[in-house]
């Protein structure tokens, strides 16, 4: 099967600012609002300022949401996360995958509100992850803090089977989130705050595994991985909305 580029997959970073619309308060975005990013990488949103989406890979789906503006029960972005997730086909896209920018499972002791990691992730954890339960969300990619993490799969704060690992990827360049709890939290597998680097995600064995590595940038060792196995038997598509080769990796990082 041929392979085939792909474009970046955006998403977006801070947007506190005052007047911009954003969910915390703040200035962290300097002014910048991710108006710059959102006129350069243009993505499948349904219409402008509503920067949430979601794309068919082959045997994955990838709902991608905004932290930065309303997620909570009742908002526009949350009714179209449970309607995406919803009318996912499992026979066709075995893997369920979410991403946003601001971590809702973190080991940081950034404790700082409102906007601080932890604050941010238990209101991320108090609205979406009875979803990610629900439809059963296979793992889901997070940014924001400058480091590497992988938890196990997680529902409620404790490792559980009918939860979802949960990935910072956040170690593409700039200089490092060192904040970390002293004793690391027992639904943490793996951390890293002294390595740039990205994660490469494979699907294999027909569309039933899903391996996710931490590939360093300096010498592109694997320094973490975990392969996910498919709890749904695979019917293959007839037309997904972006064909890639099941053996073509394919990488992420978000800052």
């Known amino acids: 099967m041929a392979r085939r580029s792909l474009s970046p997959l955006a998403i977006f970073s801070e947007r506190d600012y005052p007047g911009s619309g954003s969910y915390y308060a703040g200035t962290d975005s300097g002014g910048e609002c991710g108006v710059a990013y959102e006129s350069r990488f243009h993505m499948p949103t349904s219409a402008k300022d509503q920067t949430w ?102 529902l409620n704060m404790s490792c559980s089977p009918q939860g979802t690992v949960h990935i910072v990827t956040g170690a593409a360049g700039p200089s490092f989130s060192t904040n970390v709890q002293p004793v690391v939290p027992a639904w943490i597998e793996f951390v890293d705050v002294a390595t740039h680097g990205y994660v490469r995600a494979h699907v294999r064995n027909q569309g039933q595994t899903l391996t996710l590595d931490f590939v360093a940038a300096k010498d592109r060792s694997v320094r973490d991985s975990v392969t996910l196995k498919s709890k749904f038997p695979r019917v293959k598509a007839a037309a997904p909305s972006v064909r890639l080769s099941e053996e073509q990796p394919q990488l992420m990082s978000f800052v």
Not at 89 to 111: A, C, E, K, V
Request: aromatic share 10%; net charge negative; with cysteine.
């Open 53 to 154: 989406w979601s794309v068919n890979y082959g045997p994955v789906h990838m709902a991608v949401i905004s932290t930065e503006q309303n997620f909570t029960a009742g908002s526009a972005q949350y009714q179209w996360l449970l309607n995406d997730l919803a009318k996912v086909d499992r026979s066709q896209t075995p893997f369920l995958l979410l991403s946003g920018h601001r971590p809702m499972m973190i080991d940081s002791t950034n404790d700082a509100l409102p906007g601080g990691d932890l604050p941010v992730a238990a209101e991320l954890r108090a609205a979406l992850e009875p979803l990610l339960q629900k439809y059963q969300v296979d793992a889901a990619f997070w940014g924001h803090h400058h480091s590497y993490q992988r938890t196990c799969p997680v």
